[in-house]
């Protein structure tokens, strides 16, 4: 509890932020869905046929799984808050507009005939009788929608949507509980928040419900409205990086590097943005303007053409930018010193006890016990390929997460794991990186990556982005990662103090 309060304290006001991002895309969402079902309902509820079809439409959406939907929907939309917002919306609709359905259907024909015989228009009979008659079921619709629609929105985090999954993501990604308790705490009371208003607002008339959403609607409108005409303008870019401390880090670095050296410029950042798909989609669609990128990514996974990479890293980086420049007029800088690329680890008792130092020393060990990342352990640039080039055949192979996969080699469960130079898991477990002698992976340096035509305009920024070449050592990344993802600390202040410490920043 007490790490749970100081995880609180130092990051308030971050949690604030990514709760208030949650709440506008669930609240977005819920709208847009309640304008959609409720209106298609009263449409077809005189036509059976019709209604029925789109009951069946609504609830195969509703099996489709959700990552499978952000996918399908980033080719179209890009990524961000909008197809977050369509894939909320279509997984909303079903309870919605079933409940809406099921509760104008179900009501006594005697009533109906009855206003009928009265002279009601078809307007009155709607709002005076048969709304009123189906709202209890209307209302419970709204009200799986939206607690349906908050459960979600947790997943906005992996395509760059914000919101409280950042948080669970995070918690995941780094083994940091607090992290990952605040943010499911956080959804599922606000989950039960929205379910209580709902109720109260149930018993509200309709005519008043919706004159209360509209004038909510616009009150925060023009209130959002005013605040951007009072702001004085400023050049705003906005740096994006990837789950995960160290690409936190380095963002940080971007921003107090570019706001030391050109005060009028705002920096936006986007912490745990996505994935390398993501971030490179962002950048291309313009939603962001730089991320920090590495050369073995680059040419493995973004350019054409590259799928044997030099190990030379100097000439790998001369390779990666040429081909980022031809084949999509990106502009990647001159990269810093450290590598964060795979490696195996062994235990350092391990190594000692059998003189291991390189990876060919590990042919001669078939009886130990080996444990993968899923991603490493199935991919052609993997295990697969490096079975075959250093003949390795290990009595036992397992798939576990990273922070699993640690914990087992600190515990003997296994005696031979991948992992990234950088982790902070290495000098905390006392683990030993063995030398990849046959060069075989690419060499993977960092360095801000940022369109053509944005450099070209905004040369100050490269210049302060410059001073980071052949900066920041692995064991200096190391200690950086150990601080944020083992000990918690900010990323900011983490970054802040290495920058100040070896005199790039006042």
Same mark, same amino acid.
């Given at each position: 509890m007490d790490s749970l309060e100081t995880y609180l304290q130092h990051n308030s006001q971050q949690i604030i932020g990514a709760l208030g991002q949650h709440i506008v895309l669930s609240l977005i969402a819920i709208l847009i869905t309640i304008v959609i079902a409720i209106p298609l309902a009263v449409i077809l509820m005189n036509h #059976?046929?019709?209604?029925? *079809?789109? @009951? %069946?439409?609504?609830?195969?959406? #509703?099996? !489709?799984?959700? +990552?499978? *939907? @952000?996918?399908? +929907?980033?080719?179209?939309?890009?990524?961000?808050?909008?197809?977050? !917002? !369509?894939? +909320?919306? &279509? =997984?909303?609709?079903?309870?919605? =507009? %079933?409940n809406t359905y099921a509760g104008l259907t179900s009501i006594d024909p005697l009533l109906i005939q009855a206003a009928e015989a009265f002279g009601m228009k078809r307007r009155f009979k709607l709002f005076k009788v048969q709304f009123p008659l189906a709202m209890p079921m209307i209302i419970s619709g709204i009200r799986i929608g939206s607690v349906m629609v908050i459960g979600t929105a947790t997943l906005a985090a992996l395509i760059g949507g914000g919101g409280l999954g950042t948080y669970i993501l995070l918690g995941i990604q780094t083994n940091n509980n607090n992290a990952l308790i605040v943010g499911a705490i956080l959804s599922a009371l606000l989950a039960l928040i929205v379910s209580g208003v709902i109720r109260v607002l149930s018993k509200v008339s309709f005519k008043k419900t919706i004159i209360g959403l509209v004038s909510l609607v616009l009150i925060g409108g023009i209130g959002t409205a005013a605040v951007k005409l009072a702001t004085p303008q400023r050049q705003t870019i906005t740096i994006a990086g990837k789950m995960g401390g160290e690409p936190e880090i380095l963002i940080n670095m971007y921003k107090d590097l570019i706001q030391q050296d050109n005060p009028n410029i705002k920096v936006n950042l986007k912490r745990n943005f996505g994935g390398t798909s993501f971030l490179f989609k962002a950048l291309q669609s313009n939603k962001i303007d730089i991320y920090p990128e590495f050369t073995g990514t680059v040419l493995q996974s973004l350019v054409k053409g590259h799928t044997k990479v030099n190990p030379n890293a100097h000439s790998a980086y001369k390779t990666a930018k040429k081909a980022l420049k031809n084949q999509f007029n990106m502009r990647f800088l001159a990269p810093m010193k450290y590598q964060n690329g795979y490696g195996i680890a062994v235990k350092t008792s391990v190594a000692k006890k059998y003189n291991l130092r390189n990876f060919s020393d590990l042919k001669k060990h078939r009886n130990f016990k080996a444990a993968f990342d899923p991603d490493f352990f #199935? /991919?052609?640039?993997? =295990?697969?390929? &490096? /079975?075959?080039? =250093?003949? @390795?055949?290990?009595?036992? *192979?397992?798939?576990?997460e990273p922070s699993l996969r640690y914990k087992a080699l600190a515990r003997g469960g296994v005696q031979v794991a991948d992992a990234y130079t950088t982790d902070p898991q290495i000098p905390k477990y006392h683990l030993t990186l063995l030398k990849d002698n046959l060069h075989f992976f690419p060499p993977y340096q960092g360095a801000p990556l940022m369109k053509s035509s944005f450099a070209k305009k905004n040369p100050q920024i490269v210049k302060s982005l410059n001073k980071l070449v052949n900066k920041i050592s692995t064991k200096d990344m190391q200690k950086m990662n150990y601080r944020v993802t083992i000990n918690h600390e900010k990323a900011a202040t983490v970054a802040k103090t290495y920058l100040k410490t070896h005199g790039l920043l006042k």
């Open positions: #059976q046929k019709w209604g029925e *079809v789109v @009951l %069946q439409v609504t609830s195969v959406i #509703q099996t !489709i799984p959700s +990552l499978a *939907v @952000l996918g399908i +929907l980033i080719p179209f939309v890009g990524i961000g808050t909008i197809p977050a !917002i !369509i894939a +909320l919306v &279509l =997984y909303a609709i079903m309870p919605v =507009y %079933q #199935q /991919q052609a640039d993997g =295990y697969p390929e &490096l /079975q075959k080039v =250093y003949g @390795l055949n290990f009595n036992s *192979v397992r798939t576990m």
